[in-house]
């Protein structure tokens, strides 16, 4: 069925360093995917999407390209800060199974230290 | 606009006790989805209505959950009795048709003691 995985965590990085973190997906036709970010004791808020193949998104530095070839989904930072330390989850969602409903990898844990 | 509003935001119980939780989505939303986040299983879909219709239950751990949404600014979570392996935060979201502009309630964090 439809799924996410993305790379575990925690992360931990230095301020102004350079962020990736990994996600690739499983699904049949044609999903848009989604980096969703959760800071303690908060819900989710989106921080970007893609809907088709080959689409970046963006928002507050962060980028992600939608590679169908590789399904993957990556999240990338130039230079982080202490202000992102948070769990980040890469989800799709409009996969022939997923449906309208979003699905989400397991989270990966971010930790910016100055 | 308030967003999507659940409560309570924490709730602690004794095993065996009926729990509800409450979502108050935002108007002309017509999806709506809860979700429980553990740290063992990260984020799981439990059920998703469509104009307050119930479309996929299948994430629904066992007959001791329940949903509703009785109008299209109400919905309820149900589990009876709860058992401690039902201690998670649950979250509300809801979106529009045509837009994957999902947003999510700050969430409830159950406690089953």
Redesign the interface.
Known sequence: GDSVTQMEGPVTLSEEAFLTINCTYTATGYP?L?WYVQYPG?????LL?A?KADDKGSNKGFEATYRKETTSFHLEKGSVQVSDSAVY?CAL??GNQA?????????TTLSVSS | DAG?IQSPRHEVTEMGQEVTLRCKPISGHD?L?WYRQTMMR??E?LI?F?NNVP??DSGMPEDRFSAKMPNASFSTLKIQPSEPRDSAVY?C?TRTQGN???T????TRLTVV
Request: charged share 10%; aromatic share 24%; hydrophobic share 40%.
């Open positions: 848009s989604f908060e819900g989710l808020q989106l999407k809907t989850f969602s409009g449906g309208t409903a979003l699905i989400f990898g397991k989270g | 999507v999806y989805f990260g984020l879909l998703y469509n479309i996929d979250f979201a994957y502009g999902y999510f309630g700050s969430g």
